[in-house]
């Protein structure tokens, strides 16, 4: 992004929700990796994130997977700052919504794929996705 190689390491919970209807998986640590300007502004911000995964079924009885996603950002604007609240907020959703539209449908995929696997009897919990790091996410 903007010429500069980011690295964001999630640490996440995975929590069965009390009706059985699905997972919710929540952000416990976020940590951005990089060169030491990058890591230097990844301490000054926090990530809470909550991912609650269901099923539904249409009326012709077609079983889809639902993702409703939150997350939220916060990072302080020191007084001194160039930029307007507004301007960084604008730019701070525009890369979440970019990463959060790029990410979730992957994971939802490979939450699928790895579905279809324990489904079919394999307990290894070995990845099934060779398509790169999920986190690769295209901002142009």
């Given at each position: 992004f903007l010429g500069v190689e980011v690295q964001p390491v999630l640490t996440a919970k995975?929590?069965?929700r009390?009706?059985?209807r699905g997972p919710c998986i929540s952000v416990v640590q976020a940590e951005i990796l990089g060169s030491s300007m990058v890591e230097a502004a990844g301490?000054?911000?926090?990530v809470t994130s909550d991912n609650i995964v269901s099923w539904n079924v249409t009326p012709e009885g077609e079983t889809f997977i639902r993702s409703d996603t939150t997350v939220t950002v916060?990072?302080?604007i020191?007084?001194?700052s160039p930029f307007s609240v507004s301007s960084v907020e604008r730019t701070g959703n525009f890369v979440v919504g970019q990463v959060v539209s790029q990410v979730v449908p992957r994971?939802?995929?490979q939450?699928?794929?790895d579905y279809v696997v324990w489904a079919d009897g394999d307990d290894?919990?070995?990845a099934t996705s060779n398509d790169g790091d999920m986190f690769d996410v295209d901002m142009n």
């Open positions: 995975v929590d069965v009390p009706d059985g301490k000054n911000f926090d916060f990072i302080p020191p007084a001194w994971f939802l995929k939450l699928k794929d290894s919990r070995n």
